[in-house]
């Protein structure tokens, strides 16, 4: 079974361990012992996937990502760009199928600045 790593939301992760839980520290995840682990896009995706992966003895783990234009959640492993994305290296934001294909450049240039653009400046 996957464990799923929703990110910008807290989120529960099974025991992972001392080595492990620092390891996740270091990569930029936040942790509130009674709400959990917060990652965010700007953790280093790649390193996590590996720390959580490896503790829990190779289990699959899965980044949920949600679009920035709708708000719906997306899995980069159910996504149909997956094998080329790099967002797992990258983390920049993601946008759905849906909105992809009815939004116009402007729009979706419009909705980036405003949610993300103060962030990388």
Known sequence: MAVEVK???WI???RLGGGAFRDLMRAGVKYDSKRGFL???ESDLEKIVHIISG????APV???HECIGCGREIA???CEYYPQCTIEKVSAPCICRQC????DMEEYS???SEKYLKKYI
């Open 7 to 9: 990110l910008n939301r």
């Open 12 to 14: 529960r992760l099974p």
């Open 39 to 41: 990652i965010t896009p």
């Open 55 to 58: 503790a829990l003895k190779g």
């Open 62 to 64: 899965e980044i949920v």
């Open 76 to 78: 980069c492993k159910g």
């Open 100 to 103: 992809l294909e009815g939004m």
């Open 110 to 112: 419009k909705i980036w």
